[in-house]
């Protein structure tokens, strides 16, 4: 193995195949609302340095995941578990001094992961929960249990059907009930 190849597999990283590199990405991001502005990036670090997720991340950093599609890197940065951290607070946008929408691209990329299915499972087990019960998650058996025991009143039922409804050709719910229906 060479030096390069042993410190990548160190820190968990694959090498850059040349096979990788899709340099029409970074246009073709330029043509979605939200990235019209990812190749004013100059990786100056400031979203990263002022990110309030990044402080407590090892692993997420905008500025990486800007850079890898500015670079062509379409796989690595859609199949990316850390794309999907981002609070959405937008302090990298505010802090930006190339007015580049750091967390607009972040959402872009999102939500071109979640058409190609690159979806951490939590969030498609959400997404279920929200469309067969209307809540977010499960509400388990014992709390339900513990509420009656403490006199408290009942939840309110959950309403999928109105959820449903309104969610009714959004891609990434749409598909997550295509994969309910396939259970």
Request: charged share 25%; aromatic share 8%.
């Given at each position: 193995?060479t ?19 899709d340099?029409?990405?970074?246009y ?5 609302h939200?990235?019209e ?8 670090g400031?979203?990263?340095s ?49 007015d ?26 959400q ?5 067969e019960?209307?809540?977010a ?42 994969w309910?229906?396939?259970?």
């Amino acid at each position: 193995m060479t030096e390069v190849t042993t410190k990548s597999a160190q820190q968990g990283k694959e090498p850059i195949r040349a096979s990788e590199f899709d340099p029409k990405f970074k246009y073709e991001l330029q043509k979605i609302h939200g990235a019209e502005n990812i190749l004013r990036c100059f990786q100056c670090g400031t979203c990263t340095s002022d990110c309030p997720i990044a402080r407590f991340s090892d692993t997420y950093r905008p500025r990486t995941l800007i850079h890898m599609a500015q670079l062509g890197l379409k796989d690595r940065v859609l199949n990316s578990d850390t794309l999907w951290l981002c609070a959405a607070c937008f302090t990298c946008t505010d802090r930006c001094p190339q007015d580049v929408e750091v967390a607009a691209v972040i959402r872009v990329f999102r939500n071109l992961a979640a058409e190609k299915g690159c979806i951490p499972q939590v969030f498609k087990d959400q997404a279920q929960s929200l469309i067969e019960t209307g809540y977010a998650y499960m509400i388990p058996e014992l709390r339900i249990k513990k509420r009656v025991s403490q006199g408290l009143p009942p939840l309110p039922k959950g309403n999928p059907e109105t959820i449903r409804k309104v969610l009714r050709g959004v891609k990434f719910f749409d598909r997550i009930q295509q994969w309910g229906d396939q259970k």
